[in-house]
C-alpha cells in the first residue's frame, strides 16, 4: 500500500506542477499579472524548470520551452505509471 500512495502522492504532484505552469504561461497574456503577488509566486516555482529549456530559439515572437516543458513532465508522468505498473505486477 505504500507504493500506491507514493504514486498518487507524487501523480498529484506532478498534475499540480503542470496547473501552475498552465497558469503561469497564461500569465503572460495579461499585462502585469506576472507583477502580481500570484504571479510572483509562479515565477519562483516555475522558472528554475523552465529554464532548462530555454536553448530553444524564439520563433515569431513565440517561446516554445514551455511545450517541451510540459511534454517532458508528460512523459515523466507516464514513465512513473509504468514504473507502477512493474511493481505491483512484481509484488
Same mark, same amino acid.
Given at each position: 500500500?505504500?507504493?500506491?500512495?507514493?504514486?498518487?502522492?507524487?501523480?498529484?504532484?506532478?498534475?499540480?506542477?503542470?496547473?501552475?505552469?498552465?497558469?503561469?504561461? %497564461?500569465?503572460?497574456?495579461?499585462? #502585469?499579472?506576472?507583477?502580481?503577488? @500570484? *504571479?510572483? =509566486?509562479?515565477?519562483? +516555482?516555475?522558472?528554475?524548470?523552465?529554464?532548462?529549456?530555454?536553448?530553444?530559439?524564439?520563433?515569431?515572437?513565440?517561446?516554445?520551452?514551455?511545450? %517541451?516543458?510540459?511534454?517532458?513532465? #508528460?512523459?515523466?508522468?507516464?514513465? @512513473? *505509471?509504468? =514504473?507502477?505498473?512493474? +511493481?505491483?505486477?512484481?509484488?
Amino acid at each position: 500500500m505504500f507504493i500506491f500512495w507514493l504514486y498518487r502522492v507524487l501523480s498529484w504532484a506532478l498534475e499540480a506542477y503542470m496547473l501552475a505552469l498552465v497558469v503561469y504561461v %497564461l500569465m503572460s497574456w495579461f499585462p #502585469g499579472a506576472r507583477e502580481s503577488a @500570484l *504571479g510572483r =509566486l509562479l515565477a519562483r +516555482l516555475c522558472e528554475p524548470y523552465l529554464r532548462l529549456f530555454r536553448f530553444l530559439p524564439i520563433f515569431a515572437g513565440m517561446d516554445f520551452s514551455p511545450l %517541451l516543458a510540459f511534454f517532458v513532465l #508528460g512523459f515523466v508522468q507516464r514513465l @512513473l *505509471g509504468q =514504473l507502477f505498473g512493474l +511493481l505491483v505486477t512484481a509484488l
